[in-house]
């Protein structure tokens, strides 16, 4: 095997260096670890029941995923598990998306309420979590409100993943409603266990006997569409699919009840046991009659919270109203959307288009969909002269330059050195600290004529896995629709790597679909659970991304005797010739440590 590209000769003044250097990142590791843990903002809220489970809510708090869902429970298999991905008929251009944004507050002991609604082409959405500590069971309460003139068919996947991989940690059905081990539309509750036999099961009950269920659908890919595997990783995927009509002006709600079963040999009893008595006498004490009387896939008939003959007096819910949302527009005339690399060069080069034009339209597509409530926060920086370096490309070419690259937007995962941008490695112990020259990788970009459009998310430190979200906000890692921001289209971008981590016709097309956010979950493992809850998203069609590797020399703020920043190492036979290493992989880029 040849040496590393980047690697460096050694000499006992570098070792030393290098050590002091390890030195420096643990102990800004540590320190950023303590900060995390002297307060709430730092971690996800965590609430304990009464059988020693803790359970990690995603509320509004750092890391601010906001989706109301389960990041884990411990000893069970929760890995993201709760949240709701929501397709209505009108629909707009976020539909199919998991909902978040609702501005979740935590009150300190065991409740999560809204405190603003998210709108979904005319449907607003609220949703609360209520843990009974006493009774090891939690119970999401969602609302459905029409606020328009036409009827609004709602269709909801509730779920996430309660396993991963297909060994030990595989999921399975316990039990059912129905007395067997498979999940159908005629079960009231379901038990999902994994094969460790430490792990608490989770049961999950969903309504009424044969009201609370449309279907099961793979809650990580296309839960209306794609229905849940019975073998492999895809498997531990479950979503619990309901579909109803909401009529103008009013409001439907969905009840759904989890509960957290104990350790041991009787553990599927003890919870079986559980879930029955909840699906026979749901709590729903402590809401209001308007609130039950808006419940779908629950016989009102057989609830003694309420008499079915009062609703219809009842005055609509009172919700709390949605932000805002920008209109999507953009000042470009250039449609990229589903453009690769080889395309949008083509169009450049026949003078269709030019690289201001494509570059506009990244930046507009940031601009709409990377903030707000739905916003998936693939950006840490945005570069304030991306269009001046566009221009320049654009430029350079009337000048006869050619080049794969030229005027094409990249985007630089915030990991490597940029001399115009901070580079911040997802930590706020790094804000604002500004390199004074660019990594080597960087600098072959800007050479190929590369637009540099900005810096994307990561977790601290590209800590994937580890609790480490990024100090920013979480970046988003789920695949959905991807449409133009001028027409509004309903358009499919490339979906990256399936639940086996293979990829795609998104790359091998060489479309703009690297992933430029890395917050430590990729594709295959769950979206929402200790890895972290990401409304999963690539970075294309927002500005190509360098999905990248570690700068060569993994520079932090560096003792001053060694920040070279990235550039090319002593060591490297191409820098030892005087010329430069030659490009490797389809973005001209070397492959060697790649994340």
Request: net charge negative.
């Amino acid at each position: 095997m040849s040496a590393p590209l980047f690697a460096m000769r050694s000499s006992p003044g570098r070792s030393r260096l290098r050590r002091l250097r390890a030195l420096w990142i643990a102990a800004l590791s540590a320190c950023v670890g303590l900060l995390a843990a002297a307060g709430p903002a730092g971690a996800v809220n965590s609430v304990v029941t009464a059988n020693g489970a803790t359970w990690q809510v995603h509320d509004a708090a750092q890391p601010g995923l906001d989706t109301g869902s389960l990041r884990t429970v411990s000893n069970s298999g929760v890995q993201g598990f709760g949240n709701i991905i929501v397709d209505v008929s009108t629909d707009p251009r976020m539909d199919g998306q998991m909902m978040r944004g609702f501005g979740l507050r935590f009150d300190g002991l065991d409740r999560f309420k809204t405190t603003q609604a998210v709108d979904l082409g005319g449907i607003s959405i609220t949703r609360s979590l209520r843990i009974n500590r006493a009774g090891n069971w939690g119970r999401f309460f969602d609302t459905f409100t029409n606020t328009t003139g036409a009827p609004i068919v709602v269709k909801v996947s509730f779920g996430g993943a309660l396993g991963y991989n297909s060994g030990t940690n595989q999921s399975f059905v316990a039990a059912s409603s129905s007395g067997d081990t498979f999940i159908t539309q005629d079960d009231s509750w379901t038990i999902v266990r994994t094969g460790a036999n430490n792990q608490r099961p989770v049961g999950v009950v969903t309504g009424s006997p044969d009201l609370g269920l449309a279907g099961m659908g793979n809650h990580e890919l296309d839960p209306f569409t794609d229905p849940l595997p019975t073998t492999g990783m895809a498997a531990n995927f479950y979503g619990y699919v309901s579909q109803f009509t909401v009529e103008p002006g009013k409001t439907k709600s969905l009840a759904r009840f989890v509960v957290i079963g104990p350790t041991g040999a009787d553990a599927t009893a003890d919870t079986q046991e559980a879930v029955e008595d909840l699906a026979e006498d749901p709590d729903f004490s402590d809401l209001s009659t308007a609130e039950i009387c808006s419940l779908v896939k629950w016989d009102l008939t057989e609830l003694d919270a309420v008499d079915p003959d009062d609703c219809d007096a009842v005055k609509p819910l009172d919700v709390p109203p949605a932000p805002s949302d920008e209109a999507p527009k953009t000042a470009s005339a250039y449609d990229v959307v589903g453009k690769t690399i080889a395309e949008l060069q083509a169009d450049m080069e026949a003078g269709v288009t030019t690289s201001e034009e494509i570059t506009r339209a990244y930046l507009d597509r940031i601009r709409v969909y990377d903030t707000g409530q739905f916003g998936f926060h693939a950006y840490i920086t945005v570069a304030e002269d991306a269009i001046a370096q566009a221009r320049a490309a654009d430029q350079a070419r009337r000048e006869g330059a050619k080049g794969e690259l030229l005027g094409i937007p990249i985007a630089i995962k915030d990991l490597y050195d940029t001399k115009d941008m901070p580079t911040t490695d997802g930590t706020l112990a790094l804000e604002g600290w500004q390199p004074k020259r660019d990594a080597y990788q960087v600098e072959l970009l800007r050479e190929a004529g590369a637009v540099i459009i900005g810096k994307t998310n990561l977790s601290q430190f590209a800590n994937s896995g580890s609790y480490s979200e990024s100090g920013w906000g979480p970046g988003v890692e789920r695949p959905v629709p991807v449409e133009d921001v001028v027409r509004l289209e309903r358009r499919l971008g490339g979906r990256g790597r399936d639940q086996h981590g293979r990829g795609g016709d998104g790359h091998a097309d060489r479309r703009l679909a690297v992933r430029a956010v890395d917050r430590g979950e990729p594709r295959h493992v769950p979206r929402d659970g200790r890895h972290g809850e990401h409304p999963r998203r690539d970075a294309a069609h927002l500005g190509a991304g360098l999905r990248g590797a570690d700068r060569p020399h993994g520079d932090r703020p560096r003792l001053p005797a060694e920040r070279d920043h990235g550039h090319r190492p002593r060591g490297h036979a191409a820098h030892r010739r005087g010329r430069r290493a030659p490009a490797r992989g389809l973005d001209g880029l070397p492959r060697r440590g790649r994340s």
